[in-house]
């Protein structure tokens, strides 16, 4: 299994396409999948069930999946020790960009609860994150100023290693 892990708006998403495409191997979207699952916008989910809620959706997905596959994780996924765990059972690619790049790309997105208008505190959390990720991660990929295509290939790159 590739998972991939990074703050939301670091291009998970379109990277696990990206690199679907090229393995010829089936991704994920975590959020999607969940949102399918229970019917319901993530947004909708933390306002209705709350974020533990939805954290214990998402070890419940991490432990239901089977390889091969490609895992477009959520941004906070990595917060559960217990799926800490499930995650070092594959190649763990972190997605870095910058608290500039994640801001200037979610500024105007309101479909992530955890996202604000409050800058700070919005630093504050990917600040948090930063060393799990870099924890967990087997290859770190800069994404910053980089086009779809050449962070899929940088990724293929690093599991050719």
Not at 37 to 49: A, D, G, L, R, V
Not at 91 to 106: M, N
């Amino acid at each position: 299994m590739i998972f991939l892990i990074g703050y939301m708006g670091s291009g998970k998403s379109t990277v696990a396409s990206e690199l679907s495409d090229k393995l010829n191997i089936p991704y994920i979207e975590m959020d999607e999948t969940i949102e399918q699952q229970q019917e319901m916008s993530i947004p909708q989910i933390f306002n209705k069930y709350g974020e533990a809620y939805f954290r214990k959706l998402e070890t419940d997905l991490l432990k239901s999946l089977q390889a091969p596959v490609i895992v477009s994780t959520g941004g906070g996924v990595i917060l559960a020790p217990e799926n800490q765990e499930l995650l070092k059972k594959g190649t763990v690619i972190f997605l870095d960009a910058s608290f500039e790049t994640i801001d200037g790309r979610l500024s105007n997105d309101q479909a992530r609860p955890l996202w604000t208008n409050n800058r700070e505190e919005n630093r504050q959390r990917y600040e948090k994150r930063l060393p799990v990720y870099r924890s967990l991660a087997s290859h770190v990929i800069q994404v910053d100023h980089k086009e779809t295509p050449v962070i899929a290939n940088e990724v293929l790159n690093c599991l050719k290693s």
